[in-house]
């Protein structure tokens, strides 16, 4: 088994445009979480990760400390999941079923460098 | 711990209205935000952290948070009374606070310059957290249309100055009726409506009586308000008769009637007693006593016609509307025969406003299948079917046709 990590990377302003009614902010919550119930049933989830704070600071240097990542970027990470799977293929395989495909964001899929090498 | 079914559309009309009642009507769009800040900040933790131990209870302080950013981050601070702030602070959302402040939204949507289809509108917007594409769903209506009726109805609310003061009992009984009547719509909407969706209708059903069941135990409710939530519950019972096991429309009279719910319609009698006080005979004890009626009645057979007749003789002198006077010649028509039943359609004033309504076509099918004239019921169906708003009332009028041609006339009514 290898280790990967899933990065939930979306855009803030398409991320609520695409979540609508009461309704269906449920039905996308109710996926999420039964889309990680699985992951961790079949033994997929190395560690469970953090939901991410959609701004806080970018440092460059000690002078160059700015806000951000600005709400409007295109892609802000919004959290973050450890993930055991057989290589990169499967990790991705898995990935498939995360309702955040559906509000138009993106998983990205990136094997943790195995040490020695 | 698994989520509530609907948990997160109730959790926003109690929310709004009591955010809105903090912030003050005219900040009603800000109530709004800020509640879809609190659902949008759950689907991002919940999914990692589990749904907390008391979810309304972290929606609402989330939302409050979020509402503190906002007023301190925008320079709208300064249009606020600083004890907003505190208020929001201290802010303890207990039940009853929560209730009244649900009634005090309740009262506002149904504001009089708004027409009887806005306030209805804007209570399921509002109060009971239905998105712009659900109402439009309920109502069967395009989206651009039920958009612009939801901004119209809010622009009216906001600028209303304040919302409305329940705790003023002349302002309260004074507005009570369009309460009662914006209520009997949207039930209405979910019982007869066009949507094709049993579930959607269902649900527009649960949310009036939800909403009805509000004022129930206020002090200034009326014996309509009881006859009112009679007539829901009692009609309610019959919902899961009203498909057969097929999840087709089944006429009343061929309803199974074991499927009715029994502790629906004890509490609609329960109701229905409560409401026999006082001098006062509104529509809706006429309608809850018929559907009393029916309730009790073990088989279609024991049905007591004469009492439904003479009860739409009375509900024809408080409300008279051609489709009253159709059910009660569809009454009729039960009590004795379907020449009788036909000739009192054919004196329904007003007839020809019946002629888009598909069950007035289906109804003269029906009666004209009973007598023995199968081509002119298989005319009046075809007429009706035409008319036919989804996919259900289609295809049970398409088994009418058949009957038709069949020797076997079965005795449906509308159902």
């Known amino acids: ?117 | 711990m698994e989520l509530h079914e609907h948990l997160f559309r109730r959790e926003a009309g109690r929310m709004v209205a009591t955010l809105t009642r903090i912030f003050g009507v005219e900040n009603l769009a800000l109530a709004e935000d800020v509640v879809q800040d609190a659902f949008c900040r759950a689907l991002e933790v919940w999914p990692f952290r589990g749904v907390p131990e008391n979810p309304s209870a972290w929606l609402m302080a989330t939302a409050r948070h979020r509402a503190l950013d906002v007023l301190r981050r925008e320079h709208t601070a300064r249009r606020f009374a600083p004890e907003l702030a505190r208020s929001l602070e201290a802010e303890v959302t207990l039940g009853a606070a929560v209730e009244d402040d649900q009634l005090r939204m309740m009262f506002s949507c149904c504001h009089p310059r708004l027409p009887e289809t806005a306030q209805v509108a804007l209570m399921l917007h509002i109060l009971c957290g239905f998105g712009v594409d659900e109402v439009a769903g309920a109502f069967v209506s395009t989206r651009a249309g039920v958009e612009k009726r939801i901004a119209r109805a809010k622009k009216v609310l906001a600028g209303s100055e304040r919302l409305f003061e329940i705790a003023d009992a002349g302002d309260f009984t004074a507005r009570l009726p369009a309460v009662h009547r914006a209520l009997y719509l949207l039930f209405n909407e979910g019982y007869h409506g066009a949507s094709a969706e049993a579930a959607v209708r269902a649900e527009l059903c649960e949310e009036a009586i939800r909403l009805a069941a509000l004022l129930f135990e206020h002090p200034l409710a009326t014996p309509a308000t009881y006859a009112l939530g009679a007539l829901m519950y009692l009609h309610a019972a019959r919902l899961p008769g009203r498909l057969d096991a097929a999840g087709n429309l089944s006429a009343l009279a061929e309803q199974d009637r074991s499927r009715w719910n029994p502790e629906l319609i004890a509490a609609g009698q329960r109701l229905l007693e409560r409401s026999a006080s006082g001098p006062e005979l509104s529509e809706y004890h006429v309608e809850a006593a018929i559907a009393a009626v029916h309730a009790s009645a073990p088989r279609v057979e024991d049905t007591n016609w004469a009492q439904i007749v003479s009860l739409y003789d009375t509900l024809m002198t408080i409300r008279a509307s051609p489709v009253v006077a159709l059910n009660r010649a569809i009454a009729v028509a039960q009590h004795e025969g379907p020449e009788r039943g036909l000739a009192e359609i054919g004196a329904i004033a007003d007839r020809e406003r019946l002629a888009g309504y598909p069950f007035y076509h289906a109804a003269l099918g029906e009666l004209e299948l009973r007598r023995g004239k199968n081509d002119a019921a298989a005319k009046h169906f075809r007429a009706a079917l035409a008319l036919a708003r989804n996919s259900m009332e289609r295809h049970f009028l398409e088994q009418r046709m058949v009957a038709c041609q069949g020797a076997v006339a079965s005795r449906g009514a509308a159902p």
Do not use: N
């Open chain 1, 1 to 117: 088994m290898s280790a990967f990590v899933y990065l939930y990377r979306s855009e803030d302003a398409a991320f609520r445009a695409a979540m609508g009614s009461p309704e269906q902010m449920q039905k996308s919550m109710q996926k999420w979480m039964a889309w990680m119930k699985e992951l961790g049933e079949k033994g997929h989830i190395k560690d469970q990760g953090h939901p991410l704070e959609r701004a806080g600071k970018v440092v460059k240097g000690k002078k160059a400390i700015t806000d951000g990542p600005y709400a409007e970027s295109k892609d802000v990470i919004g959290g973050y999941t450890l993930i055991e799977a057989k290589d990169l293929a499967q990790a991705v395989e898995l990935s498939l079923g995360c309702p955040i495909l559906e509000g138009g964001g993106v998983v990205e899929v990136r094997p943790v460098l195995k040490t020695g090498m």
